[in-house]
């Protein structure tokens, strides 16, 4: 087909992106308006702020909002499961089967009790710690063998007082450094996908 015709009409060829060039970045949370500013929704957060960063928006697919964009030719593709918090694998494995992405090209932002507000911690496996997103995950993929990005929001709170702590909203002093947070989350998304998962974790572990 002569270039004319092929601009014309369009190629019937569909685009093949290479495996190790496509990447999914699942924040997790709960979805509706009484979950937003909570503490256990810092992987939405997270992720929205890099969709603002990138300038795309958000679509409502099968079990979740995803956006798209581009890292120096990377296709990345952002996840909020809206399978709610206990059910996070679900979503994530069906757009790991979809998009055919490569388990190590796998970043999951979580909020992460043991860490002080803000502290950065990226992994490339663990134990889901108790968390019941991550339990979910693992379960779905049948390995703990997954990156894992772990935004600290600290254990300020009492016995038996953790439920209401991580579904609570954020105080005033986390809200002012947030947008900082949210500035070097972004920058821990953009390593991960452009310098790998070792050099991430070498340059913002412990910022």
């Given at each position: 087909?002569?270039?004319?015709?092929?601009?014309?009409?369009?190629?019937?060829?569909?685009?093949?992106?290479?495996?190790?060039?496509?990447?999914?970045i699942v924040g997790l949370g709960n979805i509706g308006p009484k979950y937003t500013e909570t503490r256990h929704n810092i992987g939405f957060k997270?992720?929205?702020?890099?969709?603002?960063?990138?300038?795309?928006?958000?679509?409502?697919?099968?079990?979740?909002?995803?956006?798209?964009?581009?890292?120096?030719?990377?296709?990345?593709?952002?996840?909020?499961?809206?399978?709610?918090?206990?059910?996070?694998?679900?979503?994530?494995?069906?757009?790991?089967?979809?998009?055919?992405?490569?388990?190590?090209?796998?970043?999951?932002?979580?909020?992460?009790?043991?860490?002080?507000?803000?502290?950065?911690?990226?992994?490339?496996?663990?134990?889901?710690?108790?968390?019941?997103?991550?339990?979910?995950?693992?379960?779905?993929l049948l390995t703990s063998n997954y990156n894992r990005f772990r935004f600290g929001i600290g254990d300020r709170f009492s016995k038996g007082?953790?439920?209401?702590?991580?579904?609570?909203?954020?105080?005033?002093?986390?809200?002012?450094?947030?947008?900082?947070?949210?500035?070097?989350?972004?920058?821990?998304?953009?390593?991960?996908?452009?310098?790998?998962?070792?050099?991430?974790?070498?340059?913002?572990?412990?910022?």
């Amino acid at each position: 087909m002569s270039t004319f015709f092929s601009n014309l009409f369009g190629s019937s060829k569909k685009e093949i992106v290479d495996p190790m060039k496509k990447f999914l970045i699942v924040g997790l949370g709960n979805i509706g308006p009484k979950y937003t500013e909570t503490r256990h929704n810092i992987g939405f957060k997270v992720v929205d702020a890099y969709a603002e960063l990138k300038e795309t928006s958000w679509t409502t697919e099968k079990l979740g909002d995803v956006a798209y964009t581009k890292v120096k030719g990377k296709t990345v593709i952002l996840l909020k499961p809206n399978t709610y918090m206990n059910l996070s694998g679900k979503s994530v494995n069906f757009w790991m089967q979809k998009e055919k992405i490569n388990l190590e090209n796998l970043l999951v932002i979580t909020d992460d009790l043991n860490l002080d507000f803000g502290t950065i911690r990226v992994k490339t496996k663990g134990s889901d710690g108790g968390h019941n997103g991550l339990k979910d995950i693992q379960n779905q993929l049948l390995t703990s063998n997954y990156n894992r990005f772990r935004f600290g929001i600290g254990d300020r709170f009492s016995k038996g007082r953790q439920v209401d702590y991580v579904l609570g909203e954020w105080v005033k002093e986390e809200q002012l450094d947030m947008p900082e947070r949210l500035d070097m989350s972004c920058k821990v998304i953009e390593s991960f996908i452009a310098s790998g998962i070792t050099n991430t974790m070498n340059e913002y572990n412990g910022k």
